[in-house]
């Protein structure tokens, strides 16, 4: 793979005249996609979605939406993987094993290191998407049901869209906004539902793990359009190698291993489904449409994970996940016709970086 087809070079990443003739490293086609890519005239890291074609916009849907079954089967995949370590030990290694997969590709690629202004925006994709989400949601998963983490954690999309509002610069429309709080309402009640009421330490772990991980989607999603979204995931895992190995060697000798064919499955699969090539699809596909439309394909990852739970655990669903499954479909459909112009920055934000553009 040649230097223009991996990390863009920092000469390439500079807030540039539009009209200046573009840096071959940013015309270059990744191995992300061209969305990966940012223009001559974009920022450093633009805050907003590349325009899209009709084209670009449906592949980057549907390599969303393949991130969202990859990880809608991560949490039938860490209940089997609990049967034969115990928590620490299975977050550990499933670190451990998903960076040497992606240092080993990496490696064969010859990608360069990434510039030094990236690796803090690593740094949170690593702590929030590769540490801290599976950390808690696997603790998590020691006293609830998948099925119950499964809709806890449906509240990821509208955490995720706010977030990434706040950070990127995003300005989806009103109905968007009313479409993605109707989708968490559903998602609220049908967990309230379940749950009777009461909240667990199980769900403050979920709601923890919804914090850090919309963090790090928020993060890898900006990161995504000036590096390929398979490079940000995988220097994220790469730099958290020395921590998970740390943790494996402390934690296996504590923790009892026994081991059978579901709990290694599940740690294969959460190691390299969910973990890289489930965020190597997201990224790519959030590069593409955007934070805020990505975030709300989630809004179907509780229903596929109930569906996975019933299919894989045999565990019983209630007579709502059906009336919930229709009315959060629904309500994808809603936020992705208003979410159409959402990876527009506002005016301000625009003007903001054409003012430091003039000074420069």
């Not at 490293?25 to 061209?34: D, E, I, L, N, V």
């Amino acid at each position: 793979m040649r230097a223009q087809d991996s990390a863009t070079p920092s000469s390439a990443i500079a807030v540039a005249d539009p009209a200046a003739t573009p840096h071959p490293a940013s015309a270059a086609t990744s191995p992300a996609g061209p969305s990966a890519s940012p223009s001559a005239g974009s920022a450093a890291i633009s805050p907003a979605a590349p325009p899209a074609t009709s084209a670009t916009g449906r592949s980057g849907t549907v390599l969303a939406g393949l991130g969202v079954v990859a990880f809608s089967l991560t949490f039938p995949a860490t209940a089997w993987g609990l049967e034969s370590f115990g928590p620490w030990s299975l977050v550990a290694l499933r670190s451990v094993l998903a960076a040497v997969v992606a240092g080993g590709v990496l490696l064969a690629a010859r990608v360069p290191l990434p510039a030094r202004r990236h690796w803090a925006g690593l740094a949170v994709v690593g702590g929030g998407v590769v540490v801290g989400f599976p950390l808690l949601t696997t603790l998590a998963l020691q006293t609830s049901t998948t099925s119950h983490a499964a809709v806890v954690v449906g509240l990821l999309p509208l955490t995720t869209a706010v977030l990434g509002s706040l950070r990127t610069g995003e300005r989806p429309s009103r109905a968007f906004w009313i479409a993605a709080l109707a989708g968490a309402a559903v998602v609220i009640a049908f967990t309230v539902q379940q749950s009777g009421g009461a909240l667990t330490t199980g769900d403050l772990y979920l709601f923890g793990a919804l914090l850090v991980c919309a963090a790090g989607y928020t993060e890898g999603g900006r990161l995504a359009r000036v590096m390929p979204g398979w490079q940000v995931v995988g220097w994220a895992l790469v730099l958290c190698l020395p921590l998970a190995v740390a943790g494996s060697l402390i934690a296996l000798p504590l923790e009892p291993v026994h081991l059978n064919a579901h709990g290694v499955l599940g740690l294969v699969w959460v190691a390299a489904g969910s973990t890289f090539l489930g965020l190597y699809v997201w990224y790519r596909g959030m590069a593409a449409i955007g934070v805020a439309r990505a975030s709300q394909l989630q809004l179907a990852q509780p229903l596929l994970t109930l569906a996975w739970s019933f299919l894989l655990l045999g565990e019983e669903l209630s007579a709502a996940a059906p009336v919930a499954a229709v009315a959060v479909l629904v309500c994808i459909a809603a936020t992705q016709r208003a979410g159409r112009g959402a990876g527009r920055p506002s005016r301000t934000v625009r003007s903001g970086r054409e003012a430091r553009t003039a000074r420069s």
